[in-house]
């Protein structure tokens, strides 16, 4: 039950993008077609999965031991840096085509504050391995769904007449804004009424 | 003391990270050709996708891999293939003759009779879904302008009575707008034509003469009193063929009654 928990909060009712708004650098600037939206998704959610599991580890069985605790951020930025390298990697050799419509923001995953933030967010609200792990994926399959649905909009959207002055990043900050304020309508009482 | 071994620690995490990262790298690896990225440098750019290929270095890994052939580049043209067949050390088989894309319709909305008048979205595949555009002839140009928006080169325009014309010089061949178009009224002819049929409708004559004024009606003109103008009418529309001498074209297309023959630049 609890993992049934930990998805719908970081999926709907904390939703990294419309809700926390972490992450919007790619929210706005990988959203122009679905195709590249879903590789990003993608990326962001194994890098976050992952990032999860190793920040986790290197908290509780390097930094706490130590008495380094102080030093959370920084080791968790070093090894999501790291990480992020590693898909990079993993991407140009699996999907070149994929690699070049992300562009310069699958390095800039390294600057996301999102995977950041869940990594935080997993030591303070005290989550075990797999918890945090689950938190992880969850928050990244969140991105994922605000990043699909900005961009089926935003494809939509280009085929209807925009006013100049609205026209590309402005109508899309609004349609954003619009959505967080329908993603409102998740909050906490939906979890309760659905858990008990 | 404490400050130097968190120090440590965190350099210690850094080098191990930097280990792992280095070795993921070789077997990672994508190896690159030289020859693609000279190639790469030559080719014009535009990655219109003419060629077949995703982009301009799909296309200059494809030839540096000798999976495709030369010549396939039409912004580059002949100049561009000669520099790849010596980057690569093969002969040069030449580009194929340079075609531009023409628009072969110049009806517009005072001309040519309407069904109805569509109010939708600017897009001319979704004007063709709905009974083949407002246009009575279902053959011609639907100046929604969808042609122009994939151009990569900015080479058609819509001037203010809605027609769509393809500009020669600016056309890079790569055949966007032959596909995007939903009526197929934009082909691509040779360059080097210096006329050409702007008519698409495969309506018998009589029907043209009532929804078009400017409509080629089969009435045979060309073919019959100018015989080396290159021209012949098959199922109603007139044709020409460029690898014929196309000597009589311009007295042709002084003779044609619906002035359906045009200079094509």
Known sequence: MAYVAIFITYIFINNFILTQFLGLCPFIGVSKNSESAIGMGMAVTFVMGIASIITWLVYNLLLLPLDLAYLQTLSFIL?????????????????????????IFLPLITTNCAVLGIAIMNITEGYNLMESFSAGIAAGIGFTLAL???????ERMDLHPVRKAFKGVPIAFISGGLMALAFMAFDKALLTNLLG | MNILFAFLIIASLGLLLGMGLALAAKKFAVE??????????????????????????????ALSSGKAQNGLCSPGGAKTSALVSKILGIADGGAGERMVAFVHCRGNNELTKRDFQYEGIEDCSAAHMLFQGESSCKYGCLHLGSCIRVCPTNAIHRDEKGNVSVDPDACIGCLKCTLVCPTKVIRMI????????????????????????????????????????????????????????????ADAALACPTKCIVEAR
């Open chain 1, 79 to 103: 090894v999501i840096a790291a990480l992020v390298q590693f898909v990079e990697m993993i991407i140009q050799k699996n999907s070149p085509a994929l690699y070049q419509a992300l562009g």
């Open chain 1, 148 to 154: 699909v649905l900005m961009s089926n909009i935003r």
């Open chain 2, 32 to 61: 690159k050709d030289e020859r693609a990225e000279q190639i790469l440098a030559i080719l014009p750019g535009a990655n219109c996708g003419a060629c077949g290929y995703p982009g301009c270095s799909g296309y200059a890994g």
């Open chain 2, 190 to 249: 040779p360059a080097r034509g210096s006329h050409a049929i702007a008519c698409n409708s495969h309506d018998p004559g009589p029907v043209v003469r009532k929804i078009c004024q400017v409509g080629c009606i089969a009435c045979k003109i060309c073919e019959k009193k100018f015989p080396d103008s290159g021209c012949t009418v098959t199922n109603f529309l007139s044709d020409i063929d460029y690898g014929k001498p196309m000597t009589q074209i």
